[in-house]
Protein backbone atom coordinates (compact mmCIF):
# COMPACT_ATOMS: atom_id res chain seq x y z
CA UNK A 1 0.00 0.00 0.00
CA UNK A 2 1.23 3.05 -0.83
CA UNK A 3 0.23 6.38 1.38
CA UNK A 4 -0.14 9.81 0.86
CA UNK A 5 -0.04 11.00 4.34
CA UNK A 6 -0.77 15.07 3.07
CA UNK A 7 -4.36 13.83 1.23
CA UNK A 8 -7.42 13.89 2.88
CA UNK A 9 -6.29 16.19 5.11
CA UNK A 10 -3.40 15.25 6.52
CA UNK A 11 -2.45 11.98 8.02
CA UNK A 12 -0.76 11.86 11.47
CA UNK A 13 0.82 8.59 13.15
CA UNK A 14 -2.27 8.85 15.85
CA UNK A 15 -4.97 8.65 12.85
CA UNK A 16 -2.93 6.49 10.61
CA UNK A 17 -2.74 4.28 13.53
CA UNK A 18 -6.38 4.69 13.61
CA UNK A 19 -6.45 2.97 10.61
CA UNK A 20 -4.39 0.12 10.29
CA UNK A 21 -7.28 -1.81 11.90
CA UNK A 22 -9.76 -1.09 9.53
CA UNK A 23 -7.60 -1.43 6.64
CA UNK A 24 -5.88 -4.78 7.63
CA UNK A 25 -9.46 -6.47 8.42
CA UNK A 26 -10.97 -5.79 5.03
CA UNK A 27 -8.05 -5.93 3.01
CA UNK A 28 -5.75 -8.62 5.06
CA UNK A 29 -2.04 -7.91 6.44
CA UNK A 30 -0.29 -5.45 3.73
CA UNK A 31 3.16 -3.29 3.79
CA UNK A 32 2.99 -0.14 3.44
CA UNK A 33 5.45 2.88 2.28
CA UNK A 34 4.74 6.74 2.83
CA UNK A 35 5.31 9.48 -0.05
CA UNK A 36 7.22 12.09 1.12
CA UNK A 37 6.90 14.62 -2.09
CA UNK A 38 4.99 14.93 -5.35
CA UNK A 39 6.63 11.96 -7.66
CA UNK A 40 7.50 10.09 -4.89
CA UNK A 41 4.69 7.15 -5.36
CA UNK A 42 5.97 6.77 -9.28
CA UNK A 43 8.87 5.61 -7.76
CA UNK A 44 7.84 3.50 -5.22
CA UNK A 45 5.12 1.90 -7.42
CA UNK A 46 7.79 1.58 -10.17
CA UNK A 47 10.28 -0.37 -7.73
CA UNK A 48 7.04 -2.48 -6.10
CA UNK A 49 6.24 -3.49 -9.66
CA UNK A 50 9.17 -4.33 -11.30
CA UNK A 51 10.14 -6.30 -7.93
CA UNK A 52 6.88 -8.51 -9.11
CA UNK A 53 4.27 -7.34 -6.38
CA UNK A 54 1.62 -8.46 -7.79
CA UNK A 55 -1.28 -5.47 -6.36
CA UNK A 56 -0.56 -2.13 -5.72
CA UNK A 57 -2.64 -0.11 -3.49
CA UNK A 58 -2.78 3.72 -3.80
CA UNK A 59 -4.12 5.59 -0.61
CA UNK A 60 -4.44 8.86 -1.35
CA UNK A 61 -6.57 11.36 -4.19
CA UNK A 62 -6.59 11.63 -7.14
CA UNK A 63 -3.20 12.41 -8.05
CA UNK A 64 -1.44 9.48 -5.71
CA UNK A 65 -3.57 6.86 -8.08
CA UNK A 66 -2.50 8.60 -11.32
CA UNK A 67 0.91 8.40 -9.60
CA UNK A 68 1.03 4.71 -8.35
CA UNK A 69 -0.44 4.46 -11.93
CA UNK A 70 2.41 5.60 -13.51
CA UNK A 71 5.02 3.87 -11.54
CA UNK A 72 3.37 0.48 -12.52
CA UNK A 73 2.89 1.49 -16.11
CA UNK A 74 6.62 2.31 -16.25
CA UNK A 75 7.82 -0.64 -15.22
CA UNK A 76 6.13 -2.24 -17.77
CA UNK A 77 4.12 -4.33 -15.51
CA UNK A 78 0.86 -3.45 -16.32
CA UNK A 79 -0.72 -6.70 -16.98
CA UNK A 80 0.84 -8.39 -14.40
CA UNK A 81 1.27 -6.11 -11.56
CA UNK A 82 -3.25 -4.84 -10.53
CA UNK A 83 -3.95 -1.62 -9.10
CA UNK A 84 -6.04 -1.32 -6.24
CA UNK A 85 -7.23 2.14 -4.93
CA UNK A 86 -8.60 3.34 -1.55
CA UNK A 87 -9.62 6.57 -2.12
CA UNK A 88 -8.51 9.96 0.63
CA UNK A 89 -9.19 12.82 -0.97
CA UNK A 90 -10.71 16.32 -1.97
CA UNK A 91 -11.66 15.92 -5.26
CA UNK A 92 -12.34 12.30 -5.81
CA UNK A 93 -12.76 12.20 -9.85
CA UNK A 94 -11.68 9.19 -10.34
CA UNK A 95 -13.59 7.75 -7.66
CA UNK A 96 -16.64 8.76 -9.07
CA UNK A 97 -15.91 7.39 -12.64
CA UNK A 98 -15.40 3.52 -10.64
CA UNK A 99 -18.05 4.41 -8.36
CA UNK A 100 -15.71 3.32 -5.25
CA UNK A 101 -17.07 3.18 -1.35
CA UNK A 102 -15.83 6.67 0.26
CA UNK A 103 -15.47 4.51 3.44
CA UNK A 104 -12.04 3.17 3.46
CA UNK A 105 -12.74 -0.05 5.50
CA UNK A 106 -15.24 -0.64 3.07
CA UNK A 107 -13.18 0.12 -0.36
CA UNK A 108 -10.36 -2.05 1.32
CA UNK A 109 -12.79 -4.91 1.53
CA UNK A 110 -13.40 -4.30 -2.19
CA UNK A 111 -9.80 -4.35 -3.42
CA UNK A 112 -9.49 -7.53 -1.82
CA UNK A 113 -13.04 -9.27 -2.99
CA UNK A 114 -13.71 -7.44 -6.45
CA UNK A 115 -11.83 -8.05 -9.77
CA UNK A 116 -9.43 -6.71 -11.76
CA UNK A 117 -10.88 -5.19 -15.36
CA UNK A 118 -8.25 -3.93 -18.03
CA UNK A 119 -9.16 -0.26 -18.54
CA UNK A 120 -7.53 1.92 -20.76
CA UNK A 121 -4.89 4.63 -20.61
CA UNK A 122 -3.87 8.12 -21.76
CA UNK A 123 -0.02 8.64 -22.48
CA UNK A 124 1.11 12.15 -23.30
CA UNK A 125 4.24 14.07 -24.52
CA UNK A 126 4.56 16.96 -23.23
CA UNK A 127 7.16 19.82 -22.86
CA UNK A 128 8.29 20.56 -19.25
CA UNK A 129 8.75 23.46 -17.14
CA UNK A 130 12.38 23.29 -18.40
CA UNK A 131 11.35 23.38 -22.10
CA UNK A 132 12.39 19.28 -22.56
CA UNK A 133 9.82 16.94 -23.94
CA UNK A 134 8.40 14.56 -20.79
CA UNK A 135 6.15 11.77 -20.88
CA UNK A 136 2.92 10.63 -18.61
CA UNK A 137 -0.22 8.47 -18.38
CA UNK A 138 -3.17 9.54 -17.19
CA UNK A 139 -5.95 7.17 -16.00
CA UNK A 140 -8.86 9.73 -15.56
CA UNK A 141 -9.00 13.64 -17.73
CA UNK A 142 -6.36 15.38 -18.81
CA UNK A 143 -6.61 18.91 -20.20
CA UNK A 144 -5.15 22.47 -21.22
CA UNK A 145 -5.75 25.91 -21.02
CA UNK A 146 -8.00 27.47 -18.41
CA UNK A 147 -9.01 24.44 -16.91
CA UNK A 148 -5.05 23.73 -16.09
CA UNK A 149 -5.10 27.23 -14.78
CA UNK A 150 -7.61 26.23 -12.26
CA UNK A 151 -5.88 23.07 -11.05
CA UNK A 152 -2.92 25.18 -10.23
CA UNK A 153 -4.89 27.66 -8.07
CA UNK A 154 -6.55 24.91 -6.24
CA UNK A 155 -3.79 22.57 -5.72
CA UNK A 156 -2.32 25.90 -3.85
CA UNK A 157 -5.32 25.79 -1.68
CA UNK A 158 -5.97 24.07 1.62
CA UNK A 159 -8.87 22.20 0.08
CA UNK A 160 -10.45 22.37 3.93
CA UNK A 161 -13.99 22.85 2.64
CA UNK A 162 -13.58 20.17 -0.12
CA UNK A 163 -12.63 19.76 -3.54
CA UNK A 164 -16.04 21.07 -5.37
CA UNK A 165 -15.96 24.65 -3.27
CA UNK A 166 -12.33 24.43 -3.87
CA UNK A 167 -12.25 24.06 -7.84
CA UNK A 168 -14.98 26.65 -8.11
CA UNK A 169 -13.09 29.14 -5.69
CA UNK A 170 -10.37 28.56 -7.92
CA UNK A 171 -12.39 29.12 -11.01
CA UNK A 172 -14.07 32.42 -9.90
CA UNK A 173 -10.30 33.58 -8.94
CA UNK A 174 -8.95 32.30 -12.33
CA UNK A 175 -11.65 34.04 -14.18
CA UNK A 176 -10.56 37.30 -13.49
CA UNK A 177 -7.68 37.33 -15.32
CA UNK A 178 -7.41 34.48 -17.56
CA UNK A 179 -7.41 34.84 -21.77
CA UNK A 180 -8.46 32.41 -24.23
CA UNK A 181 -6.73 31.30 -26.20
CA UNK A 182 -5.40 30.12 -29.80
CA UNK A 183 -4.20 26.39 -30.90
CA UNK A 184 -3.83 24.14 -33.39
CA UNK A 185 -5.54 21.27 -33.38
CA UNK A 186 -4.43 17.51 -35.22
CA UNK A 187 -7.23 14.71 -34.57
CA UNK A 188 -6.19 11.32 -35.61
CA UNK A 189 -3.40 12.57 -37.55
CA UNK A 190 -5.83 15.12 -39.68
CA UNK A 191 -4.69 18.65 -40.67
CA UNK A 192 -4.06 21.21 -38.58
CA UNK A 193 -7.33 23.20 -36.99
CA UNK A 194 -6.94 26.07 -35.71
CA UNK A 195 -9.22 27.04 -32.65
CA UNK A 196 -9.67 29.74 -30.23
CA UNK A 197 -10.55 28.14 -26.83
CA UNK A 198 -11.29 28.35 -23.44
CA UNK A 199 -9.97 25.06 -22.90
CA UNK A 200 -10.03 21.71 -24.00
CA UNK A 201 -10.38 18.01 -22.36
CA UNK A 202 -9.06 14.41 -22.91
CA UNK A 203 -11.14 12.08 -21.29
CA UNK A 204 -10.79 8.66 -20.19
CA UNK A 205 -12.65 9.22 -17.36
CA UNK A 206 -15.30 11.39 -17.08
CA UNK A 207 -15.04 13.97 -13.99
CA UNK A 208 -12.62 16.25 -13.08
CA UNK A 209 -12.84 19.38 -11.05
CA UNK A 210 -14.37 18.41 -7.98
CA UNK A 211 -16.60 16.72 -9.58
CA UNK A 212 -17.53 18.60 -13.41
CA UNK A 213 -18.81 16.16 -15.45
CA UNK A 214 -16.37 17.39 -18.58
CA UNK A 215 -16.32 13.80 -20.57
CA UNK A 216 -19.91 12.50 -20.21
CA UNK A 217 -19.40 10.06 -22.67
CA UNK A 218 -15.82 8.26 -21.81
CA UNK A 219 -15.77 5.05 -21.10
CA UNK A 220 -12.71 3.44 -19.57
CA UNK A 221 -12.53 0.68 -22.24
CA UNK A 222 -13.46 1.79 -25.42
CA UNK A 223 -9.98 2.23 -27.02
CA UNK A 224 -10.11 5.85 -27.42
CA UNK A 225 -10.49 8.94 -25.61
CA UNK A 226 -13.11 11.11 -25.69
CA UNK A 227 -12.13 15.40 -26.75
CA UNK A 228 -14.22 18.22 -25.42
CA UNK A 229 -13.03 21.36 -27.09
CA UNK A 230 -15.08 24.41 -25.12
CA UNK A 231 -14.83 27.22 -26.85
CA UNK A 232 -14.64 30.98 -27.01
CA UNK A 233 -16.31 31.83 -24.22
CA UNK A 234 -16.58 34.90 -22.90
CA UNK A 235 -16.05 35.42 -18.74
CA UNK A 236 -19.88 36.02 -18.46
CA UNK A 237 -20.61 32.84 -20.70
CA UNK A 238 -18.26 30.70 -18.32
CA UNK A 239 -19.99 32.20 -15.42
CA UNK A 240 -23.74 31.42 -16.80
CA UNK A 241 -22.91 28.14 -17.66
CA UNK A 242 -20.65 26.54 -15.44
CA UNK A 243 -23.50 24.56 -14.16
CA UNK A 244 -23.73 23.01 -17.59
CA UNK A 245 -20.27 21.24 -17.26
CA UNK A 246 -21.53 19.77 -13.54
CA UNK A 247 -24.24 18.41 -14.60
CA UNK A 248 -22.87 16.97 -17.85
CA UNK A 249 -25.23 18.78 -20.17
CA UNK A 250 -22.87 21.26 -21.93
CA UNK A 251 -22.29 19.45 -24.80
CA UNK A 252 -25.31 20.84 -26.61
CA UNK A 253 -23.97 24.09 -26.62
CA UNK A 254 -23.10 25.60 -30.14
CA UNK A 255 -19.46 26.45 -29.11
CA UNK A 256 -18.92 22.86 -27.88
CA UNK A 257 -17.58 20.61 -29.61
CA UNK A 258 -17.42 16.90 -28.49
CA UNK A 259 -15.51 13.42 -30.64
CA UNK A 260 -13.40 10.44 -29.94
CA UNK A 261 -10.06 10.54 -31.17
CA UNK A 262 -7.15 7.72 -30.59
CA UNK A 263 -4.07 10.40 -30.82
CA UNK A 264 -4.51 14.31 -30.34
CA UNK A 265 -1.57 16.88 -31.13
CA UNK A 266 -2.01 20.17 -29.53
CA UNK A 267 -0.15 23.50 -30.48
CA UNK A 268 0.07 27.17 -29.44
CA UNK A 269 -0.41 29.04 -32.34
CA UNK A 270 1.77 31.43 -30.89
CA UNK A 271 5.05 29.83 -30.13
CA UNK A 272 5.79 32.13 -27.36
CA UNK A 273 2.07 31.40 -25.72
CA UNK A 274 2.55 29.33 -22.39
CA UNK A 275 -0.68 27.01 -22.27
CA UNK A 276 -0.19 25.32 -19.27
CA UNK A 277 -1.30 21.30 -19.23
CA UNK A 278 -2.87 19.52 -16.28
CA UNK A 279 -3.21 15.38 -16.46
CA UNK A 280 -5.09 14.10 -13.41
CA UNK A 281 -5.45 16.77 -11.38
CA UNK A 282 -1.69 17.67 -11.30
CA UNK A 283 0.21 20.26 -13.83
CA UNK A 284 3.24 18.71 -14.89
CA UNK A 285 4.12 21.16 -17.94
CA UNK A 286 2.71 22.61 -21.23
CA UNK A 287 2.13 22.50 -24.93
CA UNK A 288 2.86 21.05 -27.15
CA UNK A 289 1.78 18.12 -26.20
CA UNK A 290 0.58 14.69 -27.91
CA UNK A 291 -2.16 12.37 -26.37
CA UNK A 292 -2.66 8.74 -27.26
CA UNK A 293 -4.56 6.16 -25.94
CA UNK A 294 -2.95 2.80 -24.93
CA UNK A 295 -5.87 0.40 -24.87
CA UNK A 296 -6.21 -2.48 -22.08
CA UNK A 297 -2.85 -0.66 -20.48
CA UNK A 298 -3.96 -1.47 -17.15
CA UNK A 299 -5.58 -3.72 -14.63
CA UNK A 300 -7.81 -2.02 -11.73
CA UNK A 301 -10.00 -4.05 -9.07
CA UNK A 302 -13.01 -2.08 -8.85
Not at 171 to 196: C, E, F, H, M
Request: net charge neutral.
Amino acid sequence: MIVNPRAGGGLSEARWAKLVGPLTEGLGPFDSAFTTAGGHAVLLAHEAAAAGRQLIVALGGDGTISEVANGILSADAGATTELGIIPRGTGGDFRRMLQLSPSLAQAAKDVRERPAHAIDVGRVRYTAPDGSTALRYFVNVASFGFSSAVASKANASSKRLGGKLAFLGATLRTLASYDNTDVWLSIDGGPKQRRRVLMAAVGNGRFFGGGMKICPSASLDSGHLDLVVVGDFSRLEVMTKIGRIYNGSHLSLENVRNESTTRLEATPVDDGAVIPLELDGETPGRLPATFEVVPAALRVRF
